[in-house]
Every structure is written in C-alpha cells, then in structure tokens.
C-alpha cells in the first residue's frame, strides 16, 4: 500500500475533504457542515472526528497518512497563526496544531484557501505541467494565487494574491467590502458584473434581452446573452475584459508566470470569456509576445482539497 495524503478545505458552509494517493489521484470525497456557532469553536472538532471516522470506515491506519493539509479562508502567517478569519469567526488561532492534535500528532500544513486551489490546479488541473502559474478566481468576489516553483507565494504578509484589490479603476465611486473604491473584484466578479449590467441598463438606451431579467439580472444571464450577440451584453463584457486585460498585463509584468489559469464560477463561460480578456492583455503587453497564456481551471469546487493534499507533500 502506498502513501496518502488528506486535503481539508474549510469553507463558510461546508468543508470539504479528500483523501488522496501522494501521486495525486483522489480516492474518495466527503465533507461536513461548517458550524460557525461560538466563534467556530467546533469547525476543526467536527473535522477531526469526521478524519478517523473515515480512516476506520475505510480501515486505513493512520500511520499510512503522510499528512494533511488545510485551505482556510481567510490570511495565514507563515507559522500557521490565523489573527482573524471573518468568515469562520476565527480569532487568535493555529488551526493546524489544533487538527494535528486531534489526529494523534499527524503533520498538518494550511494556507490560504485561494492559495491552495491554485496548487491545486497547478497539481492536478489547468495548471498541470507547469511550475509558475498565477490563478484567478472569478467567484462572488475575485480571488488569487501565485505558485512559484510548485511552491505558494503568500508574501510576507499574507498578501500576495490579492488581486481582487488591486485598485484598477479610477471612476468607480461605491466603495469594496475591503474598504477600497474601483477594486478588480467591483467589475470582474459575479456581483461587479451584474452590477456593471444593471448600470448600463440605467444609463444607456440600447435595446437588449437582458432588460426582461431587471435588478435580478446575474453574471450568467449577462455572459450567456453576450455569447448570443446582445449589444449591451457585449458592451458589459468589454469593459470586464478591458480590466481583466489590464490586471493580468500588470501580473505578468510583475511575475511572469507560464499561464494564467481562471477559474470561479464566472469561468464556466470558458473560450468566450478568455477571448475577451485576451484581446485586452495583447493590447496592454506591447511589449512581447512571449508570455503566459491564458488557461481554464480544470477541478471546479474541487481544486481546494487538491491543493490542501498537496500542502503535505513538499
């Protein structure tokens, strides 16, 4: 029998977890509710319980488990400390000692939750192949990864990734939930691009099929009209490709990976939507024409627990 690895990827509702061959073949999923009661005290509880549960329902020791990692959503420090976690109502925290000790003393490694499904994709998804690769995640907000070397960027303080506030837009007057005003996450989320939509339905006089969908109009009504040939539709589009453009330009003049790999639910509209960055990033990389790619994500919901697996293994 060879080695496994298990990936943990803790999320507001639900974590998900995966049990793994070293190799990076998924054996068998499951996941948990995430109980956010006073202060998500019983979230790495229940995880724990739920582990050697399904060790023993599989009859596997666990001395045939070489690790676990851990994708969490919010910032980790290079120690594992997580200050605060909004979404878990974590505080003061070293979740990874904690889950090691309920797993008798198992290696347990964590990261960022967008980090990790970037070394997911970059494992076993979009990505394969490659050792440098920036990820974007176009989901209810924007998020990032940055793998160089096979290895997570996290920066010295937690930062690296966070394009989704990279400041992109001068005209922009609502303010981000990060505090900030014209974010990428403004225009090239799923809410940014309903928003933009609801925007030029406002102030514009265009004829279009998104007018029939009003306030409740969502990113995949606007991507799927778009598709269709609807002119407002395309104008939306446009413009979340001229800043999407515009960002990975900015990226690939700061890292140069080998390929960005998109992913995110707004993703799902795949060669649609990378032809549409992709004519903006030519436009603002003059420059070369060597550069990274644009690629889709490959794992879906998935690319955490792959990335949180492969955490254990360097």
């Known amino acids: 029998m060879g080695m496994k690895c298990i990936g943990v990827d ?24 995430t109980r956010k009661e006073e202060g998500g005290k019983y979230i790495l509880d229940d995880v724990g319980a739920s582990i050697l549960e399904k060790l023993k329902e599989l009859n596997i020791p ?41 797993l008798h003393g198992l290696p347990v490694k964590s990261a ?98 998104l007018r029939s969908f009003g306030q409740q109009v969502t990113a995949k009504d ?5 598709k269709a040939g609807d002119p407002l539709a395309l104008e939306v589009m446009e413009i979340v490709g001229h800043y ?13 990976p080998e390929v960005f790999v998109l992913g995110g ?3 799902k509209a795949g060669q649609f939507l990378i032809d549409t960055i992709d004519h903006n990033y030519e436009k603002f990389t003059p420059i070369s024409k060597n550069k990274g790619s644009i690629v889709l994500a490959t794992l879906g919901n998935d690319a955490g627990i792959y990335g949180a697996a492969r955490l254990i293994l360097d």
């Open 265 to 267: 639910g707004v993703s």
């Open 222 to 226: 606007v991507l799927d009209e778009a």
């Open 62 to 102: 666990i001395d045939q488990i070489q690790g676990a990692g851990l994708g969490i959503p919010g910032p980790v420090l290079p120690n594992g400390y997580v200050e605060v976690c909004v979404n878990l109502g974590w505080r003061d925290r070293y979740p990874e000692r904690e889950l090691s000790e309920m």
């Open 10 to 33: 803790v999320g507001g509702t639900s974590v998900k977890m995966g049990l793994f061959e070293v190799t990076g073949e998924l054996l068998h999923k499951w996941e948990v509710t």
């Open 112 to 209: 960022n939750d967008a980090n990790v499904a970037a070394l997911g994709e970059m494992w076993q998804g979009g990505g394969k192949g490659y050792h440098d690769i920036v990820m974007v995640t176009l989901g209810t907000g924007v998020g990032g990864g940055v793998i160089i070397d096979e290895k997570i960027v996290s920066g010295r303080h937690g930062l690296a990734g966070e394009i989704g506030h990279i400041h992109i837009r001068g005209d922009e007057t609502e303010t981000c939930n990060c505090g900030g005003v014209g974010c990428v996450e403004q225009v090239a989320s799923a809410t940014g691009i309903a928003n933009e939509a609801k925007r030029m339905m406002a102030s514009k006089d265009l004829p279009s099929s």
């Open 244 to 256: 999407l453009g515009l960002l990975l330009s900015q990226v690939a003049m700061t890292i140069d």
